[in-house]
């Protein structure tokens, strides 16, 4: 069941990086892209109905890690306080950016939030990228279970590595569904942002996979196939966008990024925050979890919820669908 | 400064500042609701209600959810010996809160936002609905999270002092959730019925939308009175009797009564004297509070000397803000009772002295509630799960007070940020007008 709950929890993380990370995405190509007002307005509109129920699944997730993993709960959000803290601020910045730009007509106005909500999203990519590179080498553990590195020990150069993988994957999916979800010259700029993104990523994701190989060793499995999927799903990014398959490309795109996370868990499993130096232990998900009954409960309810949210989230996104034309 | 200090400041002013939001979508969801479905029915007046009510909501919303981000991972950051010890069971409702509510809430909102013309009328209408359950429900969840701290059930403890779920019904169908529940749903609709009512009250004295500020007048003052009335009884009542039975200290700090005694008097106004453990120039009320605690004149309330000094909780302020809210709960009823009189008699709108007490009268239930909440926390002290954790046991072992004194700094500076932008666009909407 602890193997349950943490699919569960992999996976919720896994939809909020494929949903949030076209939000951020975009955002962090938009001063690329966008040069006039509108055109910007027009980005910010492209995830406008979505980004606010995106977030919510790593709010949600949030909630379900605290009944599923108490001990993990507390001992990495306490553990990085103000890592947590710089995130939580950063959340609260995009979110402020995004709803209130439109509430007031002045130019100024809007490009100040237009910086803010760029510069946020983008620091929340590197920040979310740095978080996943310590979970994948592992952190400082004392005898009490509690972290006991510092702030600083956090950003080492394995762990900037996969923030700038993360930065460029997501930025490329950024790009996918803005070409995806409008038209305009925003569209056709971020269009000719593929050829650039691409390459970057390619090279950061083969430094980053020989980089975890040498850090954690290797053990062949099956496990080791999911590399094969990732280099295709990122060829098929590259040969859809050019093609104009837009709808093909973002699938591709979110193909590729699930693929990665994929691997990321498969490195950390069983542990929910493993202990460096690798191999020496840390909070694994058997002992972390609460009893069964309260596994189960929490289990039951919060898939029997999720899949109502997957069915009426698919609903209102169709109902929303379709294409915004962002004209000058 | 003691970091549990610092701690509880820091969730105090992160809680109070973002529950000012809440207040607001839970009270005024039901009206933007109604009114998107009368929209949806053809009413041109009403479409133009939804519109300004939907956008005066979104802003709220939109604060509401920045505000509300720290809170969700806070239990985590600051309280990391409570959430490691209790998260089999406060992690339930909260992970429910964000599955159920959260989802509903947000998905939605994004459709009654930017669906007007993209969608059919009647989905934009039961947008509007699926936006207000998920508020209430969202509220649902996080009270009954509270009220398992202030009264826990469905647990265990086991080895290693972990708390144990035995029984999710039991956590959700607590009666002290349910009354707590209520009575802030009641709270909050009394927000929406003053603010509603009020604006009205605003374009009607400054001449301007009559037709649009009389419903809301109406709409608003309707509302304010059934919930004003309700907020007091039966479900302020019914949260006074679990509190009587379940935290007698708290009870007692409420009422300022230090003496155990029958025939116990309420004090309706007095300062508590915490050198001479007695009210300065009370005014009582003799036998009230025997009858409001037991049903009984003559019954014996125990008083704070009957337990020892390390269990009460911050006298002075769980008993200011306990007479706050109760006083200003009182003239809530007051002021509703004679606007609906007015209106009834068809003479509101030709009041302008009762549409300026309306106007004036908006940020009062807020006060009201949060001070309720302060009670309510404050009056749990020394614990954060009653009788089972203390909150001076409860905080993160690795955090130190400097941290928590910067990243309250942090949150003032951009809570203050966020205060001025939501004060400045919320009246520069209600100026514009629908």
């Known amino acids: 069941m602890s193997v349950l709950a943490f699919v569960v929890i992999a996976g919720m993380l896994a939809v909020y990086v494929l949903l949030d990370g076209y939000d951020l995405g975009v955002a962090t190509i938009t001063p690329l892209v966008a040069r006039t007002d509108r055109e910007r307005e027009g980005s910010m509109q492209s995830i406008g109905p979505f980004w606010n129920g995106n977030e919510v699944w790593l709010i949600a997730t949030g909630g379900v890690l605290f009944a599923l993993f108490p001990v993990a709960y507390a001992v990495s959000f306490s553990g990085f306080y103000l890592a947590f803290m710089v995130v939580l601020w950063l959340l609260m910045f995009r979110g402020i950016a995004m709803e209130l730009r439109s509430h007031f007509p002045s130019a100024i106005w809007h490009q100040f939030w237009d910086a803010c909500f760029a510069g946020s999203s983008a620091l929340l990519i590197v920040l979310f990228g740095v978080a996943i590179g310590n979970l994948l080498r592992g952190v400082p553990l004392g005898p009490d279970g509690y972290f006991s590195g510092t702030f600083g020990e956090l950003l080492n150069s394995y762990a900037l590595m996969v923030a700038a993988l993360a930065l460029a994957a997501l930025a490329l999916h950024g790009v996918a569904f803005l070409v995806m979800r409008t038209s305009g010259p925003a569209a056709e700029r971020a269009r000719r942002l593929v050829p650039v993104l691409w390459p970057i990523t390619l090279v950061l994701y083969i430094a980053v996979t020989a980089a975890t190989v040498s850090e954690r060793g290797i053990g062949w499995n099956w496990i080791d196939c999911i590399p094969i999927l990732s280099l295709a799903s990122l060829g098929a990014v590259l040969l859809t966008s050019l093609r104009k398959r837009e709808r093909v490309a973002f699938g591709a795109s979110s193909l590729w990024l699930a693929s990665l996370l994929f691997q990321a868990a498969a490195t950390m499993y069983p542990y929910l925050l493993p202990a460096l130096p690798p191999g020496h232990g840390g909070i694994s998900i058997f002992d972390a979890a609460p009893s069964p009954l309260a596994l189960a409960t929490a289990l039951t309810v919060t898939l029997a919820g999720l899949a109502g949210v997957i069915v009426y989230g698919t609903f209102a996104l169709r109902q929303m669908a379709g294409k915004l034309t962002v004209e000058e | ?434």
Request: aromatic fraction near 14%; proline fraction near 5%.
């Open chain 2, 1 to 434: 400064m003691d970091v549990v200090i610092a701690d509880r400041l820091q969730f105090a002013f992160t809680v109070m500042f973002h529950y000012l939001f809440p207040i607001t979508t839970i009270g005024l969801a039901p009206f933007v609701a109604l009114y998107t479905i009368e929209a949806a029915r053809g009413d041109e007046d009403a479409a133009r209600a939804a519109a300004f009510w939907t956008k005066i909501f979104a802003i709220n919303f939109a604060v509401g959810v920045v505000t509300g981000i720290p809170l969700e991972f806070q239990f985590g950051t600051n309280w990391a010996v409570f959430s490691a010890a209790s998260g089999a069971v406060v992690g339930q409702p909260l992970a429910m809160e964000g599955v159920y509510a959260f989802f509903l809430e947000s998905i939605f909102l994004g459709v009654l936002l930017y669906g007007k013309g993209r969608v059919s009328p009647g989905l934009h209408a039961a947008s509007a609905v699926c936006v207000w359950v998920g508020s209430w429900l969202s509220g649902f969840f996080i009270v009954a999270t509270n009220a398992w701290m202030q009264h826990p059930v469905g647990y265990a403890i086991v080895a290693g002092g972990r708390i144990e779920l035995t029984s999710l019904a039991a956590v959700l169908f607590s009666p002290f959730a349910w009354w707590q529940f209520v009575h802030v749903v009641c709270g909050a609709l009394v927000a929406g019925g003053f603010v509603v009512a009020g604006i009205g009250a605003y374009y009607l004295l400054s001449k301007r939308e009559i037709t649009l500020a009389r419903r809301f007048v109406d709409a608003g003052v309707i509302v304010a009175l059934v919930f004003a009335v309700l907020t007091v009884f039966p479900t302020g009542d019914r949260n006074s009797a679990n509190v009587t039975q379940y935290q007698p200290i708290k009870l007692a700090a409420m009422e300022g009564l230090f003496e155990t005694q029958n025939d116990a008097p309420l004090a309706i106004i007095g300062m508590p004297d915490m050198h001479a453990h007695a009210l300065i120039d009370p005014i009582f009320v003799p036998d009230i509070l025997s009858f409001l605690a037991y049903g009984n004149f003559h019954a014996n309330v125990k008083g704070l000397n009957a337990y020892a000094a390390e269990l009460w909780p911050p006298v002075e302020v769980t008993y200011y803000a306990y007479h706050v809210m109760v006083g200003l709960g009182t003239i809530f009823v007051a002021i509703a009772v004679l606007a609906g009189f007015l209106l009834r008699g068809g003479r509101l709108f030709q009041t302008p002295a009762v549409l300026w007490m309306l106007m004036l009268g908006m940020p009062f239930p807020y006060i009201a509630s949060e001070a309720g909440w302060v009670v309510s926390e404050v009056g749990r002290q020394p614990w954060i799960i009653y009788g089972i954790m203390r909150t001076s046991e409860a905080v993160s072992p690795t955090v130190v007070n400097g941290e928590v004194v910067f990243t309250l700094i942090g949150f003032a500076g951009m809570y203050f940020l966020l205060g001025v932008l939501f004060l400045y666009l919320v009246l520069r909407e209600i100026a514009v007008g629908p």
